[in-house]
């Protein structure tokens, strides 16, 4: 284990401190990922490379992501080596290096770990940043094979919702219980990523990922982790998939899930509630009633 956290079922994190002792390693790569792409240039942690999701994640034309070439390519232009480990750490409790961690995964890298706690709990201990914008040296990284056991379709979410009526199969939808209920059909400040029909995917369970973590960004213990998830039937046994809006708060729960908690079938919708919220014929339940 990188830094003690041998409580969790995989060694994915690392500490602040970890990464503070670790910062002139020559193995040791940071990438920084935020929902504000703002942030990287008031201040980062010394070395660390920017990855913009929106830019570098999503194909230009087409809602889906860029191919397995372009990944390569771009962990190339980072500097990456195959066998570097790769911090991902971020803004809000690390919600879009989740997304990263999640679909680097899926994309086939290897050696990725998440700094708990991310970019605000670095900032809080007062640990330094700068705006000096490293120039890696580029790399060829190998070729990629996209793992596909790690992302849900929309075709295949529909087919999952036998499974999880007959108690064979879990739904995790992690967004706010407003948003689950269907009084609103979009996060607060972000009402370009709202839909046609609010409410939420039938048999789902709603466990908010900011349930997951602390006040300080870090994530909660194996042991209230597990409580959380199966005090809601979802167990290890289970086929299990999470949504959100657009899927980077369901990334993070999906880390939550396979990662720290080792649950063996976990998959990410991608396509969330901005797909089936205005999908053509597909099911909604709806809890909230006009009074």
């Known amino acids: ?9 995989k060694d994915v994190l690392v500490s602040t401190e970890w990464v503070a002792e670790h910062l002139n390693d020559e193995n040791v790569r940071l990438i920084e990922v935020d929902e504000d792409i703002l942030l990287y240039d008031m201040g980062h942690i010394p070395g660390a490379v920017k990855l913009d999701w929106q830019r570098d994640l999503w194909h230009d034309t087409e809602r889906d992501f860029v191919t397995a070439d372009k990944v390569s390519e771009l ?12 911090v991902l750490y971020g803004d809000k409790s690390n919600w879009w290096a989740a997304y990263a961690y999640w679909f680097l995964t899926y994309s086939g890298v290897q050696g990725l770990k998440l700094m708990n706690g991310g970019r605000q709990k670095w900032a809080a201990e007062g640990r330094e940043l700068t705006e000096e914008v490293p120039s890696p040296v580029p790399t060829t990284y190998p ?13 295949e979410v529909k087919a999952h ?10 739904m995790v939808d992690v967004r706010s219980p407003d948003e689950f209920s269907g009084k609103v059909t979009h996060m607060p400040n972000y009402p370009q990523e ?7 995917i039938p048999g789902a369970r709603n466990i908010p990922w900011a349930k997951a973590t602390n006040e300080d960004g870090t994530f909660k213990s194996a042991d209230e982790l597990r409580a959380l998830y199966e005090g809601e039937g979802v167990t290890a046994d289970k086929d299990v998939i999470a949504y959100c809006r657009i899927a980077e708060r369901s990334s993070h729960s999906w880390f939550v899930l396979r990662e720290l908690l080792g649950y063996p079938k976990v998959r990410n919708y991608d396509g969330s509630w901005t797909e089936w919220g205005n999908a053509v014929g597909m099911p909604i339940e709806k809890t909230y009633r006009e009074e």
């Open 1 to 9: 284990m990188l830094n003690g956290m041998s409580d969790y079922a």
């Open 75 to 86: 962990l190339g232009r980072l500097g990456i080596r195959e066998d570097d480990t790769v």
């Open 143 to 155: 070729a990629l094979t996209r793992d596909e056991s790690l992302r849900a379709y929309r075709d």
């Open 161 to 170: 919702l036998e499974a999880v009526q007959s108690g064979q199969g879990a």
């Open 194 to 200: 709202g839909v046609l029909r609010g409410g939420h």
